[in-house]
């Protein structure tokens, strides 16, 4: 009820009282024109803080991701190499002007490794969920356009998806495929299309029964042209919505494989890689565990923060 | 001895980000018992309001009673503790709400929510309680209510829920029953039964009941008093017949106009009110109803006409109310439609 | 826990059906079984072609001997033995009556069955799973209903941010952060501390040792549950019979109490359900971490070990704990809502 309606005549103030009574104040109040939708959107997002904060830390952890090769291996070091005849003497030091973040076990600086580790998680992220949406956009699509035989197919295959413990399942895909970046990226894609295939599908068929829709049904638009200029439109809303947070989850699901020791592999670093090696010196280097976690918190806390907000500001209905 | 509920300049606003919401705004009048008063508006006028602040159903914040008072029985509810008022409330006063469909709890039985304020208020016990809600069930015209009783709602249909509704409001013999819009949201067959349920109550209990319609021809039957509201504020108010037939204010020619009426011809067209009720952020200077108004003239957005008496009992808040010349307009209009229809 | 685990909870429309004799539940919960089967059958296709040759990883005979060179006889003896040579459909077959009768095969590196491993290794994890749901309920329901009732105060704000943070920490990490502070750090500034893995010790009580390991499997959980708590108690308290409620003089509490807590509950309830099944297979990460002897550390054991008998029979264990899990909601969940007992759901 916080949330406005999209057509701005609902301005009451309402909180959520058992009596209700805010209802009533909600339809006795009428207001000026309404705004347009998008406009609408993006003012709401502007005035949630925390997704603006979100929005922020996601720009400046890309802008980190994509200019790493310009600075990082300058200022904080090679994340990958190892100088063997420095190894020793700079192995596990803890964070200092030279290493803001300390030195790992082989004497790489962790700063260095958790830049690098951005753009593993960013790529996993954007990649797989990019992966998901295309595959779920279409079944869903699918599903909801032809109906009937193709509806139950899909939806049940979606179903048996659904049976499956996610990490679980990515887990059991990665262990038969063999561990590596691009089967993380196949994994999450390939278990995150059910999801999305049931949000559009949903708000698809949600669209079509809308009378506008069945308006321009009867004024003769061809079914495409109804599929692309109505239903698309306000069907879109949910699917930015989820796959705004599901980039925040694959993020965690790649760090938990790569904890696992089956993303990305050594040498190369991701933040969750980095988390399985800090293990060995939770007591003596707790800095190795510290900074990558923290990049995993607030990447997909930013990610997390940014899809609530957009779900306020685009008034889509979620479960949560 | 006191009246049975005086509302006195009642001023209930909500404070919002965007402005302060007049949404009921310097409403007064008294009901006496076993009468019934009809209060009738547009959506948006404040007279669902009105009735909420009675029951001191609404939610503070974002409402607040700015001034004015509500007593019953001469006693100020406003000044009431909490507990006190919670002791009038399905008790003394009661309320039946528009929509039957979601105003019953679906995870109850239709027993259990009529024995609740029995339970609450006579301290009966569940078993007096359920007997009583199967009475009372039985009362409303529900059949086999001893069987009835142990339904869910989603079991009932609009028009028994809305009866079930109206068992539970009366369940505890109130003083006072608000029934807010209680047909509107029901099939047109189904309201003139429940509408004649209503008359009914009215006839066999001692309750006094306001009834809030956006539909003239709901009260004319039942009314003894008719408060037009818009805006948030009473326009017109005085006995039914007088606002019926001897209407005082331009708002209610609208209303009445608006409605479809056996004594007039229908070959006149419905002539409906133009335009939006007024933002209740940002109300006209003058009289809220001008820019809608048909016979409006520059002194009306001048200043905000009072509610004064007109006739005997029977209150305008239109300048031009007292005015014989500016009244004729509108009789003259209705007649013309009666010289082209033919009978009255 | 995976994102959107939610799908299924949902009222779904319902439409009226006044014929209420048990004969319509009976059918409700037939119709639910038989919505099961399909789903039963694609699951063990999925798990089935994932062992099978010429799907992912290649030759079966392969993942069992590694990559050790093997004779071409001894080849031909474990095709022969495996049944690799028999047509795709006798295999599967096969494959489903061992599955009937409780034959998940034989674990290569310890050479007992895995039914028997998992069987032992069971009740471990269903404990810690109970521990941490129990966790869950508390503070879930209680976090969710103060800031629902409290909506926008300080509380409300503390509690939607604290729920984003929890979904946004990976658990494995939470989980080396408690070990640290309470295991390690603790011991050595000489405060009472806890157990860092395993599930018993002679130092600590059992129960001690669950205590860290239940709150890392609560965590992301208990934040869901906060906030379906919190958005299915706000979206009651918008419905007209909590003003009808109020309108018979109950007081906020008990109107929030009597008439809000049921309805809101249901969805919660269910979820709790499903979620106990969710933490069966969520359970390899804190597992992993504690060295906690349940199924998950198991199949993290035998994934690196490449003992995959018992990764497909821990898996198609956990999953058929969930597709029961399913089935118990959506029965339960027509016990506690009359509108789908006595009604006809339509999907």
Redesign the interface.
């Known amino acids: 009820?916080r949330k406005k309606q999209p057509t701005g005549e609902q301005?009451?103030?309402?909180?959520?009282?058992?009596?209700?009574?805010?209802?009533?104040?909600s339809?006795?109040?009428?207001?000026?024109p309404a705004r347009s939708l998008r406009a609408d959107a993006i003012r709401r997002l502007k005035k949630n803080k925390?997704a603006v904060a979100g929005l922020v830390w996601i720009i400046i952890v890309i802008l980190v991701a994509i200019t790493a090769d310009l600075w990082a291996p300058y200022w904080l070091g090679d994340p990958v190499a190892i100088d063997s005849t420095t190894a020793a003497e700079r192995m596990l030091l803890s964070p200092s002007v030279d290493h803001p973040f300390g030195t790992d076990k082989l004497g790489r600086d962790v700063a260095s490794r958790v830049v690098y580790g951005a753009r593993v998680s960013l790529l996993v992220g954007v990649v797989a969920v990019a992966i998901a949406v295309a595959i779920g956009l279409l079944m869903g699509a699918l599903a909801a356009y032809y109906g009937g035989i193709w509806d139950a197919i899909i939806m049940?295959?979606a179903?048996?998806f659904?049976?499956?413990?996610?990490?679980?399942?990515a887990?059991?895909?990665i262990?038969?495929?063999?561990p590596g970046l691009q089967n993380v990226f196949i994994a999450i894609g390939v278990l995150g299309w059910p999801?999305i295939a049931?949000?559009f599908r949903s708000s698809i068929l949600s669209v079509k029964e809308n009378e506008y829709v069945d308006a321009a049904r009867a004024m003769g638009s061809s079914t495409r042209r109804i599929l692309l200029r109505h239903i698309m439109p306000n069907a879109v809303a949910p699917i930015i919505v989820?796959a705004t947070?599901?980039i925040?989850?694959a993020i965690?699901t790649e760090?938990?494989l790569s904890?696992?020791?089956?993303g990305v592999q050594p040498p190369d670093p991701s933040w969750?890689n980095m988390?399985d090696d800090?293990?060995s010196f939770?007591?003596t280097a707790?800095w190795l565990?510290i900074y990558p976690?923290i990049a995993?918190?607030t990447t997909?806390?930013a990610?997390?923060?940014l899809g609530?907000g957009l779900r306020d500001a685009l008034d889509v209905k979620m479960?949560? | 001895m006191a009246p049975l509920l005086e509302v006195d300049d009642l001023h209930m606003h909500?404070?919002?980000?965007?402005g302060v919401?007049k949404?009921c705004d310097g409403v007064s009048f008294t009901l006496e018992a076993g009468r019934t008063l009809g209060v009738v508006g547009e959506?948006?006028?404040?007279k669902?309001?009105t009735a909420?602040t009675v029951m001191r159903?609404?939610?503070e914040?974002?409402?607040k009673v700015v001034s004015g008072d509500i007593r019953f029985k001469g006693e100020s509810i406003l000044s009431m503790s909490e507990k006190d008022q919670r002791k009038l409330r399905g008790n003394r006063i009661a309320m039946i709400f528009q929509d039957p469909m979601t105003s019953l709890n679906p995870v109850f039985r239709i027993g259990q929510q009529i024995a609740e304020p029995l339970r609450l208020h006579k301290d009966m016990s569940r078993t007096e309680a359920w007997a009583a809600a199967v009475e009372l069930l039985d009362r409303v015209g529900i059949p086999q209510a001893e069987e009835r009783a142990r339904n869910y709602p989603h079991e009932f249909s609009g028009g028994m829920r809305q009866r079930a509704m109206i068992a539970m409001a009366l369940a505890c013999g109130p003083d006072i029953l608000i029934a807010d819009e209680p047909t509107t949201a029901l099939d047109v067959t189904i309201q003139a039964q429940i509408l004649e349920l209503m008359q009914e109550i009215q006839q066999r209990t001692e309750s006094a009941i306001i009834m809030i319609t956006h539909d003239l021809g709901v009260v004319a039957d039942m009314a003894d008093h008719i408060m037009v509201m818009y805006a948030g504020k009473a326009v017109e108010y005085g006995p039914a017949d007088e606002v019926f037939y001897n209407p005082l204010h331009p708002y209610t020619w609208g209303l009445l106009e608006s409605l479809p009426r056996h004594d007039v011809d229908d070959k006149g067209a419905l002539c409906p009110i133009k335009g939006?009720?007024?933002?209740?952020?940002n109300l006209p200077p003058g009289c809220a109803f001008s820019p809608r108004c048909a016979y409006a003239k520059p002194e009306c957005d001048k200043k905000v006409p009072p509610l004064v008496e007109i006739d005997n009992g029977h209150l305008s808040a239109c300048l031009f109310a007292g005015d014989i010349d500016f009244i004729c307009q509108y009789e003259n209009r209705v007649k013309r439609g009666e010289d082209s229809g033919g009978d009255v | 826990?995976?994102?959107?685990?939610?799908?299924r909870?949902?009222h779904g429309n319902i439409l009226l059906d006044c014929d209420y004799s048990g004969r319509l539940m009976i059918k409700y919960i037939a119709r639910r079984i038989l919505q099961m089967i399909?789903?039963f059958i694609?699951?063990t296709i999925?798990l089935f072609v994932?062992r099978s040759p010429g799907v992912?990883?290649g030759d079966p005979i392969r993942m069992i001997t590694g990559e050790r060179a093997i004779s071409e006889t001894l080849y031909n003896q474990l095709v022969e033995r495996y049944g690799l040579d028999e047509p795709f459909y006798v295999q599967y077959a096969t494959y489903l009556n061992d599955l009937v009768h409780g034959d998940l095969g034989q674990s290569y590196n310890k050479s007992r069955p895995v039914a028997e491993i998992l069987w032992d290794k069971f009740p471990n994890t269903l404990r810690l799973a109970l521990a941490a749901i129990l966790i869950e309920m508390v503070f879930g329901i209680i976090a969710g209903i103060i800031s629902?009732v409290k909506?926008?105060s300080f509380w409300d704000v503390l509690v939607t941010?604290s729920t984003?943070?929890l979904?946004?920490?990976?658990?494995?990490?939470l989980g080396?952060?408690l070990?640290?502070l309470f295991g390690?750090k603790f011991k050595?500034w000489g405060l009472p501390y806890l157990p860092i893995s395993g599930m018993s010790s002679e130092r600590f009580p059992d129960i001690v040792h669950l205590i860290m390991p239940a709150i890392t499997l609560a965590s992301v959980s208990t934040a869901?549950a906060a906030?379906?708590m919190r958005?299915q108690l706000?979206e009651v308290?918008?419905?007209?019979y909590?003003?009808t409620?109020?309108a018979k003089g109950l007081s906020?509490g008990m109107?929030?109490w009597n008439h809000?807590m049921k309805n809101a509950m249901i969805p919660v309830v269910t979820y709790f359900g499903l979620d106990f099944?969710?933490m069966?297979?969520?359970t390899?990460?804190t597992e992993?971490v504690f060295n906690w002897p349940g199924i998950g550390y198991e199949?993290?054991l035998a994934?690196?070990q490449r003992d995959w008998p018992i990764?497909?029979g821990a898996?198609i264990i956990?999953?058929f704990i969930?597709?029961a899990m399913?089935l118990i909601v959506d029965i339960s969940y027509a016990f506690l809502d009359p509108r789908i007992r006595y009604g006809r759901q339509v999907a």
């Open positions: 009820m301005v009451a103030p309402v909180s959520g009282d058992a009596t209700g009574a805010a209802a009533v104040a339809t006795e109040v009428l207001t000026g925390l049940r295959t179903d048996v659904f049976a499956f413990p996610y990490i679980l399942f887990i059991v895909l262990a038969l495929l063999g999801s049931r949000v989820y947070m599901s925040g989850g965690l760090a938990a904890f696992l020791g089956m969750g988390l800090a293990r939770m007591l707790p565990m976690g995993i918190l997909v806390l990610f997390v923060l609530d479960k949560e | 909500f404070f919002t980000r965007d919401v949404a959506s948006g006028s404040g669902s309001v909420m159903l609404i939610p914040p974002p409402g939006q009720p007024p933002s209740l952020i | 826990m995976p994102w959107g685990t939610l799908h909870v949902s399909p789903v694609g699951v999925i994932l992912v990883g629902a909506r926008y941010f984003s943070v979904v946004s920490l990976p658990v494995f990490w080396m952060l070990q640290i390690l050595e869901y906030r379906i958005s706000l308290m918008g419905q007209d909590m003003r409620a109020a906020h109107v929030i809000g099944a969710a069966m297979g969520g390899v990460l992993t199949i993290f994934i690196g990764v497909m898996t956990i999953v969930v597709m399913n």
